[in-house]
T-cell receptor
């Protein structure tokens, strides 16, 4: 079965540079989520998109932006990188229709992650 | 703010032992998911529980959702070294598309 694809898998950048992470959701999934996971921490929600529109925002720095494209893939753009941005970045996708009475089965399927190292 | 507290945080046991991991909240969740994550990899979905009181089994793993849908547990029978990893509960917060993770339980099963 097709899974979530993330690219690149590893990225090394210098301070103050920019980085773009890409996420390709499972086919027919319409919702994409981005997470940041620091060493020894649980994933922290950054931002989500449903049908190409931002659906919710978490602890995402102003230096970061993201969007979902017409083919449902998403990109996370990170500018003015700082040492503290070094982390694993995960994308997850789900097939979810907001507004339904039942929120059950909002299962998210995660990609393998992008390890970003800022030097 | 909805939080998911997991206990214990760390667990080191011998192969063949049983264990239970707890995931608790003061808030109601419409569903809870359990994931297992290995170092450097993405969390892998194990199960989703939706109905209060629901019990689901996945081989040696038994998942239960509390009657009030505020807590969940994961029980592993006869743990094996391959069960080693970070176990995370997670769920959708009410009224938003925000998805929160529990504090995590790091399990190590020694051969």
């Amino acid at each position: 079965a097709a899974g979530v694809i993330q690219s690149p898998r590893h990225l090394i950048k210098e301070k103050r540079e920019t980085a773009t992470l890409k996420c390709y959701p499972i086919p027919r999934h319409d919702t994409v989520y981005w997470y940041q996971q620091g060493p020894g921490q649980d994933p922290q929600f950054l931002i989500s998109f449903y049908e190409k529109m931002q659906s919710d925002k978490g602890s995402i720095p102003d230096r970061f932006s993201a969007q979902q494209f017409s083919d449902y893939h998403s990109e996370l753009n990170m500018s003015s990188l700082e040492l503290g941005d070094s982390a694993l970045y995960f994308c997850a996708s789900s097939s979810f229709v907001p507004g339904l009475a039942s929120w059950g089965n909002n299962e998210q399927f995660f990609g393998p992650g992008t390890r970003l190292t800022v030097l | 703010t909805q939080l998911l507290e997991q206990s214990p945080q760390f667990l080191s046991i011998q192969e063949g032992e049983n264990l239970t991991v707890y995931c608790n909240s003061s808030s109601v969740f419409s569903s809870l998911q359990w994931y297992r994550q290995e170092p450097g990899e993405g969390p892998v979905l194990l199960v989703t529980v939706v109905t209060g009181g629901e019990v689901k089994k996945l081989k040696r793993l038994t998942f239960q959702f509390g009657d009030a849908r505020k807590d969940s547990s994961l029980h592993i029978t006869a743990a094996q070294p391959g069960d080693t990893g970070l176990y995370l509960c997670a769920g959708p917060t009410s009224g938003t598309y925000k998805y929160i993770f529990g504090t995590g339980t790091r399990l190590k099963v020694l051969a």
